[in-house]
């Protein structure tokens, strides 16, 4: 069974359109971190969200922890070709526990 | 401060061989997980090691695997009698020890071991 579920699991889109990641659960985090991985490299922490409904932005990243710390999104504005790869979102509970995301695989086509 | 260092980058196996993945933490962390990686799919967990303890080994097949983290030196995943089913790419991350920003957590990864066995 998947703690936090990811969606859409792959996206594709043009250059300079908008898009949103969900990553939803049923479990309360005591916080939920962002990264972005790309082909043959480890993930790389984007943000960790730590109070419900707080938000945070990363230029053209837009990143929402939800009120009852169960679910985020990541909105990206405008998207790049650099922006191509796979996101993932990763719960942390208890002691130094991280449960991570399926993954959405974001392809952004110039 | 360098960040988290996996070796070997690329590791190539036969069946029945047994294959040691390497993690040096960040300066300072003294927590590391091991991860495991098939394309196109998330993270799966497989243990959690603080220095000279595994704290949560329950994503770890019950045979044939096995990590360390000893006092001195890196954290080593160790599979036995390796199989086919066992290619998939490895990732260490680490933490540092107590909170970082507002009572959070925060995971540092290496850039993985691909290991394929042939």
């Known amino acids: 069974t998947q703690l936090l579920e990811q969606s859409p699991q792959f996206l594709s889109i043009q250059e300079g359109e908008n898009l949103t990641v969900y990553c939803n659960s049923s479990?309360?985090?005591?916080?939920l971190q962002w990264y972005r991985q790309e082909p043959g490299e480890g993930p790389v922490l984007l943000v960790t969200?730590?109070?419900?409904?707080e938000v945070k932005k990363l230029k053209r990243l837009t990143f929402q922890f939800g009120d009852a710390r169960k679910d985020s999104s990541l909105h990206i504005t405008a998207a790049q070709p650099g922006d191509t790869g796979l996101y993932l979102c990763?719960?942390?509970?208890?002691?130094?526990?991280?449960?991570f995301g399926t993954g959405t695989s974001l392809t952004v086509i110039p | 401060n360098a960040g988290v260092m996996q070796n070997p980058r690329h590791l190539v196996r036969r069946r029945g061989q047994e294959a040691r993945l390497r993690c040096s933490p960040m300066?300072?962390?003294?927590?590391v997980y091991w991860y495991r990686q098939l394309p196109e799919e998330g993270l799966k967990f497989m243990v959690y090691?603080?220095?000279?303890?595994?704290?949560?080994e329950s994503g770890m097949p019950k045979e044939r695997f096995s990590a360390e983290f000893p006092k001195e030196g890196p954290s080593i995943l160790r599979i036995q009698q390796v199989v086919r089913g066992d290619s998939a790419a490895y990732f260490c991350?680490?933490?540092?020890?107590?909170?970082?920003?507002?009572?959070?957590?925060?995971?540092?990864f290496g850039p993985g071991t691909r290991l394929t066995v042939t």
């Open positions: 991350a680490s933490s540092p020890q107590g909170t970082t920003s507002g009572n959070s957590y925060e995971q540092y």
């Open positions: 990763a719960g942390v509970l208890g002691r130094n526990q991280f449960y």
């Open positions: 479990s309360v985090f005591s916080s």
């Open positions: 300066k300072g962390h003294s927590h």
């Open positions: 969200v730590v109070t419900g409904g």
């Open positions: 090691l603080q220095k000279e303890n595994i704290i949560d």
